[in-house]
């Protein structure tokens, strides 16, 4: 099977792709967002000294003209393009394995690995992840009995994994970048390069599948959601 080869495959089941005919709502951070009720998200978070300052600032120069060029109401498929300009920088910035990638030592990511884990069927359903030298990628669909939003989600994980990451490193401060980088998986082709992406992560950055903890959720891999090498 291809990468491209998803049209022989059924969604994993309560897979929903964006949908134009639902309500959805966007805010702007240094990334816009755009939240939709029983969406499937393509999810990055990162260490905070993933990325030097330098291209911070060169982020938000292009973010500023970007806004002055693109006043307010912003359209989807502007605020589409201003995410997709962004991210691509950032993703590629991210392989490049910069800062202290202390997610490469094994207690360390089988932390994250375990905090991503223990809410899987509880708050949301996780599709699949992978972690990173000092980043992480992940396939999320918040389950609508839990009421929570995906930020709260993200940010128990971040908070609860920072204080066992501190105290193994017999350090005290921040460990994730506060804003994490999200998408709506438009439709079962994009959940299927999504996928395949985070698959493929490791290969990138030169490490081993194992090492990263590259994982699927197993219902999804019995259905032919898996990675293909």
Avoid at 98 to 119: A, K
Avoid at 121 to 133: D, K, N
Wanted: proline residues 6%.
């Amino acid at each position: 099977m291809h990468d491209n080869d998803t049209w022989n495959l059924d969604p994993p089941p309560g897979f929903q792709g964006f949908r134009e005919d639902l309500p959805m709502s966007v805010y702007l951070r240094n990334l816009p967002h755009w939240r939709q009720q029983g969406a499937t998200y393509f999810v990055t978070f990162r260490l905070a000294d993933s990325i030097p300052s330098d291209y911070l600032e060169f982020l938000v120069r292009l973010r500023t003209d970007w806004l002055a060029k693109n006043p307010p109401p912003q359209s989807k498929p502007a605020l589409d393009h201003l995410s997709r300009m962004l991210i691509e920088r950032i993703e590629y910035w991210l392989d490049q394995g910069m800062g202290s990638c202390v997610l490469q030592q094994d207690q360390i990511s089988q932390i994250v690995h375990e905090s991503l884990q223990h809410f899987h069927g509880i708050r949301y359903e996780l599709g699949a992840s992978v972690i990173m030298s000092n980043h992480v990628h992940c396939i999320l669909r918040p389950l609508q009995a839990s009421e929570i939003e995906l930020e709260f989600m993200l940010g128990s994980c971040k908070e609860f994994t920072a204080k066992k990451i501190n105290r193994i490193l017999e350090q005290s401060g921040t460990v994730w970048q506060q804003e994490s980088y999200d998408r709506i998986i438009r439709d079962a082709e994009h959940l299927w390069r999504c996928l395949q992406y985070i698959g493929k992560n490791p290969l990138k950055a030169n490490r081993t599948c194992e090492s990263c903890r590259l994982w699927v959720n197993p219902d999804w891999e019995k259905l032919g959601w898996r990675f293909v090498c």
